[in-house]
């Protein structure tokens, strides 16, 4: 039973456009929700995460929306560039547990 | 960030070798390390959870005797395929936990079996 659904499968965007990817989660035990950046052929790199205590959460031209109710949360990439272009995974995860992450999505920013 | 490296960043073997990854953080002592793997334009799949000095919890369908894990050290963690074979071949990423409970993913290691 997939716990995080992830959308959309990709994206493209044009050069300063706003890019938004969604996810949604099952289980209300999770407490922490980090958003990852991978690159073809390299490991996921920690791009922002947010604790379900706070409603947004904003680090340069990336912020994190959560809704909480409605067990809900979102990256916003404001003036989105070419090198934004790689594949965003979202997270959750509970206590001590390993992350469930979601599928995936491949972004793509058009010049 | 915290840094995690992995070694080798690539490793081409033959069917029925075997073939150590290893996995260091290297500003940080993880209690907790990960072992994902990734096929092509997939997520990552979490194997096993490596706890130091003690044995690793596996995720069901992934053979423990197959995929030896060792955790030896606060700063490294081992994995072993055994016996590898084409099916093997894949993406094989670490993550280490950092006193903040964050976690960092190395840089991956690209397994060919031939």
């Known amino acids: 039973q997939q716990q995080v659904k992830q959308s959309p499968q990709s994206l493209i965007v044009q050069k300063g456009g706003i890019s938004i990817i969604n996810c949604a989660y099952e289980n209300t035990a999770f407490d922490y929700f980090p958003w990852y950046q991978q690159f073809p052929g390299k490991g996921p790199a920690l791009l922002i995460a947010?604790?379900?205590?706070?409603s947004e959460k904003k680090e340069g031209r990336f912020t994190i929306s959560f809704n909480k109710s409605a067990k809900q949360f979102s990256l916003h990439i404001m003036d989105s560039q070419p090198g934004d272009s790689a594949t965003y995974f979202c997270?959750?995860?509970?206590?001590?547990?390993?992350?469930?992450f979601g599928s995936g999505t491949r972004l793509q920013v058009q010049p | 960030g915290a840094v995690v490296s992995q070694h080798p960043s690539r490793v081409i073997c033959k069917s029925g070798t075997s073939v150590k990854i290893e996995c260091r953080s290297l500003d940080f002592q993880a209690t907790t390390m990960f072992w994902y793997r990734q096929f092509p334009k997939q997520s990552l799949m979490l194997m096993a959870t490596s706890n130091e000095g003690s044995k690793a919890t596996y995720e069901q369908g992934v053979e423990k005797d197959k995929f030896l894990i060792n955790h030896a050290s606060l700063t490294l963690s081992t994995l072993t395929v055994t016996s590898a074979h084409p099916e093997d071949s894949s993406f094989y990423i670490c993550s280490a936990r950092d006193p903040s409970w964050e976690q960092f993913f190395g840089p991956g290691t690209r397994l060919t079996v031939l």
């Open positions: 947010i604790r379900p205590d706070v």
């Open positions: 997270a959750a995860s509970t206590g001590r547990r390993a992350l469930t």
